[in-house]
């Protein structure tokens, strides 16, 4: 089964305990991305990696940190800086030719015990 | 900076009446604009992009440069239809930027 794969797809965090969020796809992208969904606000872009060992901040970094190790994983750490975790996280890659094509997988929820 | 608004958060249309769901932006670039729909327990997939011109699912979206708008039509809702609708930009860096999200709910 291709695409991307999301998980877990719930996941609780204690007060002050970072806890990562996993994304992996068979798709052979190389741009890969997270995005936080709140009711009301939409998708606001978290981090991105264009290419493995490198990503930027994207609009609401703080709280937030990312590795690319690997062409197929670009997990997600949620910190306890991150004061207001609980949300849907998406993530979701790029192919070559994509421009604002994306490919999203079935997110994460989030919340705080 | 880069805008894109959707003023409606919830839109209800009965089924078989044209639906036309609202997108506006602001971005000094040349916009590449598209629209990504969520139906219920599915991932958010793109729908259509304004580049390719097509009719998906009988939807259409044309930018109008001049009103600053990506506004998108169906001249006859279906059940199915009932979903979150985004509207996204393509900023410069080849990211999408989103708004808010219209949720569009089609009454039998």
């Known amino acids: 089964d291709g695409g991307i794969t999301q998980s877990p797809k719930y996941l609780f965090r204690k007060e002050g305990q970072n806890v990562t969020l996993s994304c992996e796809q068979n798709?052979?992208?190389?741009?890969m991305y997270w995005y936080r969904q709140d009711p009301g606000q939409g998708l606001r872009l978290i981090y991105y990696s264009q290419i493995v060992n490198d990503f930027q901040k994207g609009d609401i970094a703080e709280g937030y940190s990312v590795s690319r190790e690997k062409k197929e994983s670009f997990p997600l750490t949620v910190t306890s800086a991150q004061k207001n975790p609980t949300a849907f996280y998406l993530c979701?890659?790029?192919?070559?030719?994509?421009?604002?094509?994306?490919?999203f997988g079935a997110g994460t929820r989030l919340s705080v015990l | 900076a880069q805008r894109v608004t959707q003023p409606e958060k919830l839109l209800s249309v009965f089924k078989g009446a044209p639906v036309e769901l609202k997108c506006n932006y602001s971005?000094?670039?040349?916009?590449?604009l598209f629209w990504y729909v969520q139906y219920s327990r599915q991932r958010l997939q793109l729908l259509l992009r304004?580049?390719s011109r097509e009719s998906i699912k009988g939807f259409t979206a044309d930018l109008n440069k001049g009103e600053t708008s990506f506004h998108l039509k169906k001249p006859f809702a279906q059940e199915e239809d009932s979903a979150m609708y985004y509207c996204a930009l393509q900023t410069g860096a080849n990211n999408l930027f989103f708004g808010t999200g219209t949720r569009l709910t089609v009454i039998p």
């Open positions: 304004h580049i």
């Open positions: 798709l052979n992208h190389d741009a």
């Open positions: 979701a890659s790029k192919p070559p030719e994509g421009g604002g094509i994306q490919y």
């Open positions: 971005y000094s670039g040349s916009p590449e």
